[in-house]
């Protein structure tokens, strides 16, 4: 079992940059591939970038590609996502999600999810 805190999202003007923080909770964290993803008013849940269990694989969609980084610190169980660049369209609630498997896209790959984060970027 996995537990995941988001945190670190808030107002920011086009250009800013913000880091989200997931906290994870529980023995096997390390053992899970971990994911961010986000959602939009109206729009379906879309994968953002996702790292594997030892922090060495990423993966990023191509709209954040060069903007956002992922990365992890098993001791510390967490899991961050930097944002830099952002701009309006990245307005959204951001969600942290653990996975058995390697650098999944899908969300129905994922077993656990925090509760979210709203991420609002202002032009």
């Known amino acids: 079992q996995v537990q995941l805190v988001e945190s670190g999202g808030g107002l920011v003007q086009a250009g800013g940059s913000l880091r989200l923080s997931c906290a994870a909770s529980?023995?096997?964290?390390?053992?899970?591939?971990m994911g961010w993803f986000r959602q939009a008013p109206g729009k379906e849940r879309e994968f953002v970038a996702a790292i594997n269990w030892s922090g060495v694989s990423t993966f990023y969609a191509d709209s954040v590609e060069g903007r956002f980084t992922i990365s992890r610190d098993i001791a510390k169980n967490t899991v961050w996502l930097q944002m830099n660049s952002l701009k309006p369209e990245d307005t959204a609630v951001y969600y942290c999600?653990?996975?058995?498997?390697?650098?999944?896209?899908?969300?129905?790959?994922?077993?656990?999810w925090g509760q979210g984060t709203q991420v609002t970027v202002s032009s």
């Open positions: 529980g023995r096997t964290f390390s053992m899970y591939s």
């Open positions: 999600a653990a996975s058995p498997g390697g650098l999944p896209r899908r969300s129905s790959e994922y077993d656990y």
